[in-house]
């Protein structure tokens, strides 16, 4: 078998179930885990599966092979054009909505298109020796899968025009003191740390979880009584839910709660 055919015949995409967590690998590491027209497919697939399943509640997404991902594979690209699926964005994530929580566990380079990707997760771990960049600017493209917008409001502007208009690289450890990545970890340990932050979240109900993050979307960028006109709707049904009564309950009687009820 060739080196090619042995590649084509890997699954572009890998998932495994651990609990309620989803594990999302891109697995093309012979060019970093680019996104062509097949890895979006696929991964648009692994995020609709953790959408519509209800035992699972978090989703990881990471790389294979040292790397998170290099952006849209560039050879592809002239005759496949930019890798979106749907109205869902770059690999049917950076416009998707979602309602489950997704960890970006980042190693080796998370560069363009791939940034784009984290920046469209909702927690970010990554090692020591990961780094970030939008180097669009140098290829005469934009970053127009969120880089542009998302990136500014994550942190101070003019490091962010700096990136989006030089495609300088930021590692890791700048990016955590920056916020912009939640856990800095030691090589090869990212993934690690994202499903420590899974396992977290999965102690909290499930409904607040969703409902917390949908808020956090719906009222991005609006004022206070604008926000909260959005926002309360959403929550004043929550504050009526068994899982809030057993909450408070579990919370005075010292136990852990059972969100089932």
């Known amino acids: 078998m060739s080196t090619e055919t042995a590649r084509t015949a ?3 995409v890998l998932t495994e179930r651990q609990d309620g ?3 999302i690998s891109l697995n093309r590491p012979h060019v970093r885990n680019a996104i062509d027209q ?6 648009d697939a ?3 599966l953790l959408e519509d399943d209800p035992e699972l509640e978090v989703g990881i997404m990471t790389g294979s092979q040292g790397h998170f991902c290099s952006g849209m594979d560039l050879k592809a690209f002239p005759a496949e054009g930019v890798p979106r699926v749907a109205d869902r ?3 049917g994530l950076t416009r998707a909505h979602r309602t489950k929580p997704v960890i970006a566990a980042v190693e080796g ?3 363009a298109g791939g940034f784009e990707l984290v920046l469209a997760c909702d927690l970010v771990t990554a090692a020591d020796t990961a780094f970030f960049a939008l180097p669009e600017t140098a290829r005469g493209l934009v970053a127009s899968e969120g880089g542009a917008i998302r990136l500014p409001a994550r942190i101070p502007h003019h490091l962010a025009m ?3 208009l030089t495609g300088s690289p930021l590692p890791a450890a700048d990016a955590a003191r920056h916020g912009l990545v939640s856990r800095l970890t030691a090589e090869g340990k990212a993934l690690d740390a994202a499903l420590a932050l899974a396992e977290r979240i999965r102690a909290n109900s499930p409904r607040a979880v969703r409902i917390t993050r949908q808020v956090v979307e719906a009222t991005r960028g ?3 009584d604008a926000a909260f006109a959005v926002q309360d709707p959403l929550t004043a049904p929550v504050f009526r839910t068994s899982t809030a009564t057993e909450g408070a309950r579990a919370f005075c009687e010292k136990r852990a709660p059972d969100w089932s009820l």
């Open 46 to 48: 692994a995020l609709l």
């Open 162 to 164: 700096e990136m989006l």
């Open 109 to 111: 380079a998370a560069v």
């Open 38 to 43: 097949a890895l979006a497919r696929a991964l």
């Open 89 to 91: 964005g770059l690999a």
């Open 222 to 224: 609006l004022a206070d």
């Open 10 to 12: 890997q699954p572009v």
């Open 21 to 23: 967590v989803l594990v």
